[in-house]
């Protein structure tokens, strides 16, 4: 179950914490996996421990060319591109009453209209191949709101929407289009809580723990293998229960 | 027959997998030769890249057979 032998697939964001695990779960599947990010070095470092089967295509999500030199890119180095996975994402909180254009605009471009740029890139092979996976790293931010992101939460959801009409588009080509919205996670960005703050977040923690990068890769397992064709449109909510929609 | 016609009509039997017998002028891409609304969007594409021009939405919109995908076509290159 849920071999992903064959495939191939694009992560973005493939070298941060979360980035990093899927880009592992992938390969180890037996997906040959194209890693994207902005930092050459650290995408390396993610490559190497891979090893073979590992493809390192740096790309600045922020501007359009960004995104169409990944896909060639990456399509040059697979061979094509099956599975597509866009979790490259970043934050610049503030409340509402100070938050600058720019940031808003930012957050905007990388998490929301990347996300639509690498998908309307990747659906035209797909269209024609007969099968397709996108799968987008929302948040459960963007159903539940937070205060001093609603640049974020904006983001997150809009990636929720598009994914539905996405998904109605192509759905009789056999290519599905889902998202997953961790809760919170433990990565180098979480690490950076103090005890007192973390206890307080766990008391909102059904499970009385926070996830793991593997339980977010695991969910893209799911949602790129073939058992899960028929799963499309939906938002697999990751999150220990801290909200159940 | 024109150049265009012909490579026209190819794009049309690649891309539906139809029968080229099918494929008459006066075919209607849904109606006749099964075609949904994203093959159609597939077609201008193809139509697009083969010949090297841009079909707005709103002329996208009036070509629904084969006739008019050759017309639209001969006016832009001629
Ligand atoms: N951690 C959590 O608790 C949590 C919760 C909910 C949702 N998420 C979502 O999960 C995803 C991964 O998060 P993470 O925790 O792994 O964060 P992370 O460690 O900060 O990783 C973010 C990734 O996005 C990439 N990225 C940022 N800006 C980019 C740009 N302009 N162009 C290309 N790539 C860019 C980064 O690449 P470089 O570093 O190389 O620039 C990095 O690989 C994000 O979409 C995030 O919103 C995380």
Not at chain 1, 78 to 101: E, F, M, P, Q, V
Not at chain 2, 13 to 38: M, P, Q, R, W
Not at chain 2, 51 to 75: Q, R
Request: charged letters at 20%; one cysteine or more; glycine letters at 10%.
């Amino acid at each position: 179950m849920f071999s992903l032998a064959e495939k191939t697939v694009l992560l973005t964001g493939a070298s941060g914490g979360i980035g990093g695990a899927i880009a592992r779960a992938v390969r180890e599947r037996g997906a040959h996996v194209g890693l994207s990010g902005t930092r050459v070095k650290a995408l390396q470092a993610v490559a190497s421990d891979i090893g073979a089967g590992a493809y390192v295509l740096p790309a600045d999500l922020s501007t359009p060319d960004g995104v169409n030199q990944l896909v060639a890119a990456a399509t040059d180095a697979l061979g094509g591109i099956d599975i597509l996975i866009n979790n490259a994402g970043l934050t610049r909180d503030s409340l509402a009453i100070r938050l600058k254009d720019e940031d808003w605009q930012t957050v905007i471009d990388v998490n929301l209209t990347a996300t639509f740029r690498l998908s309307r890139a990747v659906l035209r092979s797909m269209v024609k191949a007969r099968w397709g996976r996108i799968i987008n790293i929302s948040s459960i931010v963007g159903i539940t709101g937070n205060a001093g992101q609603t640049n974020y939460a904006a983001s997150k959801a809009g990636i929720i929407g598009m994914s539905k009409a996405l998904a109605q588009e192509v759905a009789n080509r056999s290519v599905t289009v889902n998202c997953v919205a961790p809760g919170f996670i433990t990565t180098a960005m979480t690490e950076a809580l103090s005890t007192s703050q973390t206890q307080k977040l766990l008391t909102n923690i059904p499970t009385g723990r926070l996830g793991t990068v593997h339980d977010i890769s695991a969910a893209c397992i799911y949602l790129a293998s073939e058992e899960a064709a028929y799963v499309t449109g939906h938002t697999l909510h990751v999150n220990g229960g801290m909200a159940m929609i | 027959m024109s150049d265009v016609a012909d490579r026209v009509k190819k794009i049309v039997i690649e891309h539906l997998g139809v029968d080229e017998e099918k494929v008459v002028e006066s075919a209607n891409f849904i109606e006749d030769l099964g075609a949904d609304s994203l093959d159609t969007v597939e077609l201008v594409m193809a139509f697009e890249e083969e010949f090297g021009c841009e079909i707005p939405d709103d002329a996208a919109e009036n070509i629904s057979t084969i006739k008019n995908a050759i017309d639209f076509i001969e006016t832009q290159q001629g």
